[in-house]
């Protein structure tokens, strides 16, 4: 168990989760842009699209990273995951607004972010 604990796995895990709901946040935002009252939707759609491609590009090694070492995460609900490493098992659970802050921070991170 206190392999989990290490603070290069738990930053692993902890990245694969927010990179994912971030993701998905962006992914059902744009579907609302799409569907909105907003006249010209084109140049918001293609920014989120811009920021969904990083994100997947993040996400995919992070994936080969946990792959790597052996991580694997499955999703138990909305705010609990569970992470198996070297044999052990153990559940990682968030507060819901923590994890809406860690996503804010997230999408504000790759928004803001200089080219």
């Keep these: 168990m206190k392999e989990l604990m290490d603070k290069e ?40 699209d811009e920021k969904i491609i990083q994100l997947s590009k993040d996400l995919r090694d992070v994936k080969v990273e946990m792959n790597k070492k052996g991580i694997k995460i499955h999703k138990v609900n909305e705010l609990r995951y569970s992470v198996h490493y070297k044999g052990y098992q153990r559940e990682v659970g968030y507060m819901g607004y923590a994890m809406r802050t860690y996503v804010e921070e997230i999408m504000k991170r790759y928004f803001l972010q200089k080219n």
């Design 9 to 48: 796995i738990a930053a692993i895990v902890h990245e694969y989760i927010f990179l994912s709901l971030a993701r998905k946040v962006l992914e059902r935002d744009k579907d609302k842009i799409k569907q909105s009252e907003v006249k010209i939707k084109t140049p918001y759609i293609e920014l989120i």
